[in-house]
């Protein structure tokens, strides 16, 4: 059972475009994490959401969480390169963390 | 750097070799999770340890074990390899169970 759904898969863009990547689960959860994956490496924790309809922003990056905590957006103003990365959502549920199978973003110069 | 080791960085086998990967939490960290992760793929969740138990399983082949031992260390045993246990292993440290976790640079397995 897959409790979270990423969109889209694939993500290509010129440098300087924004963009939005989805998370999306049929069950309500508490809280979500987004990750970034950089080739080879583990990810890295960007953010954590808790409440429902809550908007966090890390410089160009901006998070939010679904009112009905079902949903998270990932948003990025002026994609710069060193965005390129894997994007992945996460929650912890019945003692586990459970990821989404990611965005795979690419941001050409 | 997330604090979290893993050894060794890269690893090259044969099919029905027995393989250990080894990991090194944060200082302070007393829960330990490991994940596989093969080609574009998202992370698979293996199992959880927390202060030496064993706390939850995800889906862990059951050629493949774990164990988290008094000094927090933890390491993984895949034995019977397979083709398809060709992946990244990623190992994780928190706090406690459900905190924020920090992840390891990973151990390459290539079976061959």
């Known amino acids: 059972t897959q409790l979270l759904e990423q969109s889209p898969q694939f993500l290509s863009i010129q440098e300087g475009e924004n963009l939005t990547v989805y998370c999306n689960s049929s069950?309500?959860?508490?809280?979500l994490q987004w990750y970034r994956q950089e080739p080879g490496e583990g990810p890295v924790l960007l953010v954590t959401?808790?409440?429902?309809?809550e908007v966090k922003k890390l410089k160009r990056l901006t998070f939010q969480f679904g009112d009905a905590r079902k949903d998270s957006s990932l948003h990025i103003t002026a994609a710069q390169p060193g965005d390129t990365g894997l994007y992945l959502c996460?929650?912890?549920?019945?003692?586990?963390?459970?990821f989404g199978s990611g965005t795979k973003l690419n941001v050409k110069p | 750097d997330s604090g979290v080791t893993q050894t060794p960085k890269h690893l090259i086998t044969a099919t029905g070799q027995r393989v250990t990967l080894r990991c090194s939490p944060r200082s302070g960290d007393l829960s330990v999770y490991w994940y596989q992760q093969s080609l574009d793929q998202g992370l698979q969740f293996l199992i959880q340890y927390y202060n030496g138990e064993e706390r939850a399983k995800g889906n862990i082949l059951e050629r493949f074990s774990a164990q988290q031992f008094p000094d927090l260390h933890s390491e993984l045993n895949l034995s019977s390899l397979e083709l398809g246990d060709s992946a990244l292993y990623f190992c994780?440290?928190?706090?406690?169970?459900?905190?924020?976790?920090?992840f390891g640079p990973g151990t390459r397995l290539t079976v061959l």
């Open positions: 959401v808790v409440t429902g309809g």
């Open positions: 069950s309500v959860f508490s809280s």
């Open positions: 994780a440290s928190s706090v406690a169970p459900g905190d924020t976790q920090y």
């Open positions: 996460a929650l912890y549920n019945f003692n586990k963390f459970y």
